[in-house]
């Protein structure tokens, strides 16, 4: 089955730098990839997704890239504020099924 | 729209107690998904519905648990007999299709 792995567990960034979050997958069939960011006693909010014929989607000061070949796919966020804290998830799955397999997660701290 | 309704936010039970958690999806949406978040596991997907079928219960762990979808606007989840192990939040999400998964806010579950 799908593994998504999910790098680092743990970011700590000052307010205005950006933060860089990278993901690999094994099943080459995956074909949507979405990113969930998780505040505090919430459930996750998809905040940006990209599909495999597209190598790169950006929206505001949040991007997302992959790399089919090499089954990476990575999250981008520039100019981070405090508000940008929180657990950010990458997830794959395959075209027809709803079986979205998640990371770990990442814990972003952005200091102010 | 409310979003996704959870019920309860919060349950603590004994040992052997049966657990029901119950699910309002977004009007419309035709897929309801439901995940287990821990520490130790991350997130992931126990069970998901379209038009009220169940599709794919694969991850769901043991025959204690059980989930229904008895009309559009409505799931439950059960666990019976409950377990310290169950301890976790639970999220219920749903979806229109091959879309974006709009998360609930969770029941945090607690198992004594």
């Known amino acids: 089955g799908e593994n998504v792995e999910q790098h680092p567990s743990t970011l700590s960034v000052q307010e205005g730098d950006s933060a860089v979050i990278k993901c690999t997958y094994s099943?080459?069939?995956?074909?949507?990839f979405p990113w969930y960011k998780q505040e505090l006693g919430k459930g996750p909010q998809l905040i940006i997704d990209?599909?495999?014929?597209?190598g790169e989607k950006k929206d505001q000061r949040i991007a997302v890239t992959l790399n089919k070949t090499a089954k990476h796919f990575s999250l981008h966020i520039t100019e981070t504020q405090p508000e940008d804290s929180a657990v950010y998830f990458c997830?794959?799955?395959?075209?027809?099924?709803?079986?979205?397999?998640f990371g770990a997660g990442t814990r972003l701290f952005v200091k102010a | 729209d409310a979003g996704v309704i959870q019920s309860p936010r919060h349950e603590v039970t004994e040992m052997g107690q049966e657990v029901t958690l119950r699910c309002k999806p977004i009007?419309?949406?035709?897929?309801l998904f439901w995940y287990r978040q821990t520490m130790m596991r991350g997130l992931e997907l126990l069970i998901y519905f379209n038009n009220n079928v169940p599709i794919d219960d694969s991850g769901m762990p043991e025959d204690r648990f059980s989930a229904k979808m008895p009309n559009a606007s409505f799931s439950t989840l059960k666990i019976q007999p409950s377990e310290p192990r169950d301890s976790a939040v639970y999220f219920c999400?749903?979806?229109?299709?091959?879309?974006?998964?709009?998360f609930g806010p969770g029941t945090r579950l607690t198992v004594l």
């Open positions: 997830a794959a799955s395959t075209s027809g099924g709803f079986k979205t397999i």
């Open positions: 990209i599909r495999s014929n597209v």
């Open positions: 099943d080459s069939a995956s074909n949507y």
């Open positions: 009007s419309g949406h035709d897929y």
């Open positions: 999400a749903s979806s229109f299709y091959y879309n974006e998964q709009f």
